[in-house]
């Protein structure tokens, strides 16, 4: 049997969509899905590019990639971010998904990966990339509601929707609020989507990812029936020093929360406590139950368990190197890689259930139960 690769273009598309949809698991409705698609592949600002795999006018497999900009020991370089690999299970054993991924590894710009399948994570030594340090994941759950659908969700995707049986308004903890500003006259703005939150780069060693304008403008457009983004930039005496970026999830239960991107231009402890006390503050102002985050850097750590954050296990991180670039030592990385953020569990756990109540709707303009 022949196959051709190709890059996704004008003409592929119907067959790349048929594909997407096993590779996503879609089981929402077509409106939704063609708003998903649009947003995540046609109108994104990365030029990352996607492999694919065909067979008489079939796609059979398919490897995409965001290029993003990263800092490596203070440098600015673009980092290429694996993402969406798949082929259809008939096709696994002719290693179609590594013919794909080598091509893209042939691509200039070094890459990183981070979590992935049980698939993924076994495969990426056999390629000889280099294992990097773990990014932590967390989890703060303040609503019993839910952490019980979440678990369910996690572990008997049919059976979220039972978490609705726990009344919504008992709570398991409030985020720990911090200080207000450690140093200096503090105040947190509301970003707006096109206005520009500027900050001086951050001064870690190894590798740091970066939240430049055109993804935060990007992210902004996401669906509403997905997510809706909030982002707060922080002044201390007018002087921007640090920078959040969340999602408010519709879930079964009710609103789960993300926060995709921590950013301190300011490496005081008590700066990196306050951004992340005072967004998780609020996203629990705006209705969420739960609050994922992850996060790899030693000053991250200890602010989101001072806020009440658990660890709930690690992400294995891979690099794939470069000559003239070396492998970071270490990484300050979180859910800002490739489409990691994208909750498509909660998403696909709304559209299984049979029984939607009110939690399916989507978010208000304030990003809050309406």
């Given at each position: 049997?022949a196959?051709?690769l190709?890059?996704?273009?004008?003409?592929n598309?119907?067959?790349?969509?048929?594909?997407?949809?096993?590779?996503?698991?879609q089981?929402?409705?077509?409106?939704?899905?063609?708003?998903?698609?649009?947003?995540?592949?046609?109108?994104?600002?990365?030029?990352?590019?996607?492999?694919?795999?065909?067979?008489?006018g079939?796609?059979?497999?398919?490897?995409?990639?965001?290029?993003?900009?990263?800092?490596?020991d203070?440098r600015?370089?673009?980092v290429?971010?694996?993402?969406?690999?798949?082929c259809?299970?008939?096709?696994r054993?002719?290693?179609?998904?590594v013919?794909?991924?080598?091509?893209?590894?042939?691509c200039?710009?070094?890459?990183?990966?981070?979590?992935?399948s049980?698939?993924?994570?076994?495969?990426l030594?056999r390629?000889?990339?280099?294992?990097l340090?773990?990014?932590?994941?967390?989890?703060?759950?303040?609503?019993?509601?839910?952490?019980?659908?979440?678990l369910?969700?996690?572990?008997?995707?049919?059976?979220?929707?039972?978490?609705?049986?726990?009344?919504g308004?008992i709570?398991?903890?409030?985020?720990?609020?911090?200080?207000?500003?450690?140093?200096?006259?503090?105040?947190?703005?509301?970003?707006?989507?096109?206005?520009p939150?500027v900050?001086?780069?951050?001064?870690h060693?190894?590798?740091?990812?970066?939240?430049?304008?055109?993804d935060q403008?990007w992210?902004?457009r996401?669906?509403?029936?997905?997510?809706?983004?909030?982002?707060?930039?922080?002044?201390?005496?007018?002087?921007?020093?640090g920078?959040?970026?969340?999602?408010i999830?519709?879930?079964?239960?009710?609103?789960?929360?993300?926060?995709?991107?921590?950013e301190?231009?300011?490496?005081?402890?008590?700066?990196?406590?306050?951004?992340?006390?005072?967004?998780a503050?609020?996203l629990?102002?705006?209705?969420?139950?739960?609050?994922?985050?992850?996060?790899?850097?030693?000053?991250?750590?200890?602010?989101l368990?001072?806020?009440?954050?658990?660890?709930t296990?690690?992400?294995?991180?891979?690099?794939?190197?470069?000559?003239g670039?070396?492998?970071?030592s270490g990484?300050?990385?979180?859910?800002?890689?490739?489409?990691?953020?994208?909750?498509?569990?909660?998403l696909?756990?709304?559209?299984?259930?049979?029984?939607?109540?009110?939690?399916?709707?989507?978010?208000?303009?304030?990003?809050?139960?309406?």
């Amino acid at each position: 049997m022949a196959f051709r690769l190709t890059q996704l273009n004008e003409t592929n598309r119907p067959a790349f969509e048929a594909l997407l949809e096993h590779a996503w698991g879609q089981n929402w409705g077509p409106d939704l899905a063609r708003a998903l698609i649009r947003w995540r592949y046609y109108d994104r600002p990365s030029g990352g590019g996607t492999w694919l795999a065909s067979s008489g006018g079939q796609c059979v497999a398919m490897l995409d990639s965001f290029v993003r900009p990263y800092l490596l020991d203070g440098r600015r370089i673009l980092v290429r971010e694996g993402s969406d690999w798949y082929c259809l299970p008939k096709y696994r054993p002719l290693g179609l998904g590594v013919r794909l991924m080598r091509e893209m590894m042939a691509c200039p710009e070094p890459m990183i990966s981070i979590g992935g399948s049980d698939a993924t994570v076994a495969m990426l030594p056999r390629l000889r990339w280099t294992r990097l340090p773990d990014v932590q994941k967390y989890v703060l759950p303040i609503k019993a509601r839910s952490l019980a659908g979440t678990l369910l969700r996690n572990r008997w995707p049919a059976g979220e929707g039972w978490a609705r049986a726990i009344p919504g308004f008992i709570p398991l903890r409030r985020p720990r609020r911090s200080a207000a500003a450690p140093i200096g006259v503090g105040r947190v703005a509301e970003w707006r989507p096109g206005t520009p939150a500027v900050l001086p780069a951050p001064q870690h060693r190894g590798l740091v990812q970066l939240l430049d304008q055109v993804d935060q403008d990007w992210r902004a457009r996401m669906p509403p029936g997905v997510a809706q983004q909030l982002g707060l930039v922080f002044f201390l005496d007018d002087t921007p020093v640090g920078f959040s970026l969340s999602q408010i999830e519709p879930a079964i239960t009710g609103f789960d929360g993300c926060i995709v991107h921590l950013e301190a231009a300011h490496q005081a402890q008590a700066v990196v406590d306050w951004v992340v006390a005072e967004t998780a503050s609020r996203l629990a102002a705006r209705g969420v139950g739960i609050i994922r985050c992850s996060a790899s850097s030693p000053e991250k750590g200890v602010a989101l368990r001072k806020v009440g954050f658990v660890a709930t296990g690690a992400l294995p991180s891979y690099w794939w190197p470069k000559t003239g670039v070396p492998t970071p030592s270490g990484t300050d990385a979180g859910y800002l890689r490739a489409d990691d953020a994208i909750p498509f569990p909660a998403l696909r756990g709304r559209h299984m259930a049979t029984s939607w109540g009110g939690s399916h709707r989507v978010l208000s303009s304030t990003g809050a139960a309406p």
